[in-house]
């Protein structure tokens, strides 16, 4: 029979499960289709109150680079899980270390007696989200007929939106990228062509112009705060996704019938082209068409026409994140695959030998 205190230490074990990338890679977690589908549903669960979605909390490093670190918190109230993703972005890091500019981890804690139950690599998940919520954007703004997308940018959420692009666009037939120099374009193109065959993908040789001009689909995805793209590089009936910070001149959005954002509110506290243009008083709230959960409950339409420019910016959306984790760990979950760690194996004054263990 087990003693009261093995029961006991028994009954206060605190574990949870571990996931690395190679994990969520294995778990068969790296799906596009699932990822859209998922930030799908947490919008419409947020329309409907279901998500709590506080503030997120920065700490930047360097005001230049913008290095920084945040805490993005959310809680899924149906899945009953509360989680967050700690995200670092240090845009210097490639040139200067040859390393991401990006890495993330998520926990995920239950709401019944408050434990964590998952600790996990955020930096697939969080690249995921970005290309999602792009491609959910395009598939309610992009003409249904989009054959060609152009990139100005090259890098992971550059890889990551065309394949998102793909699954909601499949008649994407060319791929022409741009990026500082030439060899990222070749990288660009050297992981993506196999991947997705029968597109054809151009190389423009750094020409940003080449890239976007007559595109059906145009994407900024960089860490410049430059006007890099041009209005009249965006031809009628075009779809824009603007990824970063400053990517575009004000007359891309000036000229465009429809401006879409993730979260008009957060874009006015954030330092994209659209919140300079509202903070200089070049655009105010009655110029924004709609947010983009309010596309996908059909609350407000989408495109209504062939020749309309429509622009999309996303700032990023936290409890998007957190029910695409919570998602990836249900898959891990039932495949098998993570570790399992303890946490605590009992209550500290509960170990046996306590007393050889505390300093005073």
Same mark, same amino acid.
């Given at each position: 029979?087990?003693?009261?205190?093995?029961?006991?230490?028994?009954?206060?074990?605190?574990?949870?499960?571990?996931?690395?990338?190679? !994990?969520?890679?294995?778990?068969?977690?790296?799906?596009?289709?699932?990822? &859209?589908?998922?930030?799908?549903?947490?919008?419409? +669960?947020?329309? !409907?109150?279901?998500?709590?979605?506080?503030?997120?909390?920065?700490?930047?490093?360097?005001?230049?680079? $913008?290095?920084?670190?945040?805490?993005?918190?959310?809680?899924?109230? =149906?899945?009953? &899980?509360?989680?967050?993703?700690?995200?670092?972005?240090?845009?210097?890091?490639?040139?200067?270390? !040859?390393?991401?500019?990006?890495?993330?981890?998520?926990?995920?804690?239950? &709401?019944?007696?408050?434990?964590?139950?998952?600790?996990?690599?955020?930096?697939?998940?969080?690249?995921?989200?970005? #290309?999602?919520?792009?491609?959910?954007?395009?598939?309610?703004?992009?003409?249904?007929?989009?054959?060609?997308?152009?990139?100005?940018? +090259?890098?992971?959420?550059?890889?990551?939106?065309?394949?998102?692009?793909?699954?909601?666009?499949?008649?994407?037939?060319?791929?022409?990228?741009?990026?500082?120099? #030439? /060899?990222?374009?070749?990288?660009?193109?050297?992981?993506?062509?196999?991947? /997705?065959?029968?597109?054809?993908?151009?190389?423009?040789?750094?020409?940003?112009?080449?890239?976007?001009?007559?595109?059906?689909?145009?994407?900024?995805?960089?860490?410049? $705060?430059?006007?890099?793209?041009? #209005?009249?590089?965006?031809?009628?009936?075009?779809?824009?996704?603007?990824?970063?910070?400053?990517?575009?001149?004000?007359?891309?959005?000036?000229?465009?019938?429809?401006?879409?954002?993730?979260?008009? !509110?957060?874009?006015?506290?954030?330092?994209?082209?659209?919140?300079?243009?509202?903070?200089?008083?070049?655009?105010?709230?009655? %110029?924004?068409?709609?947010?983009?959960?309010?596309?996908?409950?059909?609350?407000?339409?989408?495109?209504?026409? %062939? =020749?309309?420019?429509?622009?999309?910016?996303?700032?990023?959306?936290?409890?998007?994140?957190?029910?695409?984790?919570? #998602?990836?760990?249900?898959? +891990?979950?039932?495949?098998?695959?993570?570790?399992?760690?303890?946490? $605590?194996?009992?209550?500290?004054?509960?170990?046996?030998?306590?007393?050889?263990?505390?300093?005073?």
């Amino acid at each position: 029979m087990a003693s009261h205190q093995e029961s006991t230490k028994a009954s206060h074990n605190v574990g949870f499960t571990y996931l690395s990338q190679e !994990d969520l890679l294995d778990a068969g977690c790296f799906d596009l289709r699932m990822a &859209i589908e998922v930030a799908e549903k947490a919008m419409l +669960a947020y329309e !409907d109150h279901r998500i709590m979605f506080p503030e997120k909390v920065v700490q930047i490093f360097d005001p230049v680079s $913008q290095d920084r670190i945040n805490c993005l918190p959310a809680t899924l109230l =149906d899945e009953k &899980i509360c989680g967050a993703k700690w995200v670092s972005v240090f845009p210097r890091n490639p040139k200067k270390y !040859d390393v991401q500019n990006l890495s993330a981890i998520f926990i995920l804690s239950e &709401i019944e007696k408050g434990f964590p139950v998952a600790v996990m690599e955020g930096t697939l998940a969080s690249n995921m989200r970005v #290309a999602a919520i792009g491609a959910i954007a395009a598939k309610h703004l992009s003409r249904k007929d989009s054959r060609s997308i152009g990139f100005i940018g +090259a890098g992971e959420q550059a890889k990551m939106h065309l394949l998102g692009m793909k699954v909601v666009r499949p008649g994407i037939k060319e791929c022409r990228v741009s990026a500082k120099t #030439a /060899l990222e374009e070749e990288q660009f193109i050297d992981e993506l062509s196999p991947i /997705l065959p029968d597109i054809n993908f151009i190389r423009t040789n750094t020409v940003a112009l080449e890239a976007m001009q007559g595109a059906d689909i145009l994407v900024t995805a960089t860490s410049a $705060q430059a006007p890099l793209l041009k #209005a009249e590089w965006m031809k009628p009936g075009a779809f824009y996704s603007h990824i970063g910070g400053w990517e575009d001149e004000y007359a891309v959005a000036l000229q465009c019938d429809k401006i879409v954002c993730d979260d008009w !509110d957060t874009v006015t506290h954030r330092t994209q082209t659209l919140s300079r243009m509202y903070k200089e008083g070049l655009l105010s709230h009655n %110029d924004i068409h709609a947010d983009l959960h309010e596309l996908v409950s059909g609350h407000k339409p989408g495109r209504e026409s %062939d =020749d309309e420019r429509t622009y999309f910016n996303a700032v990023g959306l936290a409890y998007v994140d957190i029910s695409l984790a919570q #998602a990836m760990f249900k898959r +891990a979950e039932s495949s098998h695959i993570g570790l399992k760690l303890d946490l $605590q194996e009992t209550m500290v004054y509960e170990h046996h030998n306590i007393i050889s263990k505390i300093r005073l």
